[in-house]
């Protein structure tokens, strides 16, 4: 049986590859290409085409199952356990007013579009810095 | 969980000169650790150490189960069939897996009939690989597995490889000069340099440990991390730290990649990033 998703790698984005794995796997619940019940790839099906880590797959599942979205079933494989519903739309609307209005107080206190990318990033950055610390 | 390889102030002399000096080092089991460092650094030297080939003028090394090795030159005799060296193997080898590598072999498209010195290169590797795993090692060391071979036959040789540590969780030591080519399949590194361990540890922690900072000269005197390594112009310093505390804000940090991480800490031999001793419980 052919798997539901295959997982692809870009190696320019700068983005560490278990994460990588973790967004493909959000990306196919947002559009519904996987659904609760679905078997996600196993490690040895993920590495044998990609050539990574197996502790890396183990990770990026590990990080699904902390975020309730899918679960590890012992000597079975990771399945999902609930997709992602359209309340992430409505906070993505929310949150980009907010933003704008941000943006806007920069201009307004003088601030060019790369001073403004530049605290955006750097905030960014630090922010799940200290969550991972 | 126990360690694959431990090694205590070793050393290794050719003649009058130390290859190897001083070297610690515990690799815990399951993981795929990178061996890296320039030429010359003594990585065959401890490779050859590992698998018993050379025993060390001084120090103790102990490395845990059977041990499996696949040398730089690929050691398989042209004038061989395939079969022939399955058959080679199994003689020499009581723990020998023949239908794992005829299975493998197959997998592969590789006809038992072939003459080794007709196989491409990326198939020879294929061929040596599967004869290191057929021994069913719990350790599994490779000198260069990459060297001559071209992108899709090294892709190739790793999913082959990676493959095998998903399906028996075997322990991978890999030696390569260059990092690149581990960055995905290795989650332990060791840096050898001048023939110390100036580095060892997991690769994800190392990376989070470390920064490289661009920022006014001046803050530099007055900063709270260990440096790694530094350069200066009149105005600004650029600076790779390990274990950074609050910053002035004035900083621009950014992660390292793995390179610049090897990089940094090769260009500053007397820096080194070593785990204090742990006693690991068995």
């Known amino acids: 049986m052919l798997p539901v998703i295959e997982f692809h790698l870009n190696k320019a984005s700068g983005v560490s590859t278990y994460l990588q794995l973790v967004h493909q796997v959000k990306h196919a619940l947002r559009l519904g290409m996987l659904v609760p019940g679905d078997q996600l790839p196993t490690a040895r099906e993920v590495v044998e085409r990609l050539a990574i880590n197996p502790n890396t797959v183990h990770k990026a599942y590990r990080e699904l199952e902390r975020e309730g979205l899918a679960m590890g079933r012992p000597g079975m494989g990771t399945f999902v356990q609930r997709s992602i519903g359209g309340a992430a739309l ?26 403004l990318n530049a605290i955006f990033s750097s905030v960014v950055v630090e922010s799940f810095r200290e969550e991972t610390a | 969980m126990n360690n694959a390889v431990e090694a205590t102030g070793l050393g290794v002399r050719y003649r009058r000169s130390w290859a190897l000096r001083d070297c610690s080092l515990a690799v815990p089991a399951g993981r ?26 001084q120090g103790r090394l102990t490395t845990s189960g059977e041990v499996a ?54 198939e020879q590797a294929q061929v040596a690989l599967v ?21 899709l036959a090294r892709h190739d040789v790793m999913r082959a490889l990676m493959t095998s540590v998903a399906e028996r969780g075997l322990t991978v030591l890999i030696s390569s000069h260059v990092v690149a080519d581990l960055e995905d399949t290795c989650d332990w590194i060791v840096v050898l340099n001048r023939g ?4 060892s540890g997991d690769i994800e922690s190392l990376r989070t440990e470390h920064l ?71």
Not at chain 2, 196 to 199: A, H, L, P
Not at chain 2, 224 to 250: C, E, F, K, M, N
């Open chain 2, 69 to 122: 090795f696949m040398a730089q030159d690929k050691p398989l005799y042209g004038d061989f069939r395939v079969a022939e060296m399955l058959r080679f193997g199994r003689r020499l080898n009581p723990s020998w897996d023949g239908e794992i590598a005829t299975e493998r072999l197959a997998t592969l498209g590789i006809p038992l009939k072939r003459k080794v010195s007709t196989l491409s290169g990326g």
């Open chain 2, 131 to 151: 004869m290191a795993l057929a021994k069913r090692p719990e350790l599994l060391v490779l000198d260069e597995p990459l060297a001559n071979l071209d992108p």
């Open chain 2, 212 to 282: 490289m900072l661009t920022g006014p000269v001046e803050l530099a005197d007055r900063l709270d991390a260990t440096v790694i390594g530094a350069s200066y112009t009149d105005r600004q310093a650029t600076l790779l730290v390990r274990s950074a505390g609050t910053l002035d804000p004035r900083w621009i940090a950014r992660q390292v990649t793995l390179d610049e991480l090897v990089m940094g800490y090769l260009r500053s031999p007397e820096a080194a990033a070593l785990p204090a001793p742990v006693v690991v419980q068995a």
């Open chain 2, 32 to 57: 795929v650790v990178a061996l890296v460092g320039p030429n010359g650094a003594g990585k065959t030297t401890l490779l050859h150490a590992v698998v018993g080939l050379l025993s060390p003028d």
């Open chain 1, 90 to 115: 409505v906070d993505h609307a929310r949150l980009r007013s907010g933003l704008a209005a941000w943006v806007l107080e920069g201009r307004k206190a003088g601030l060019d579009q790369e001073d």
């Open chain 2, 196 to 199: 110390r361990v100036q580095v």
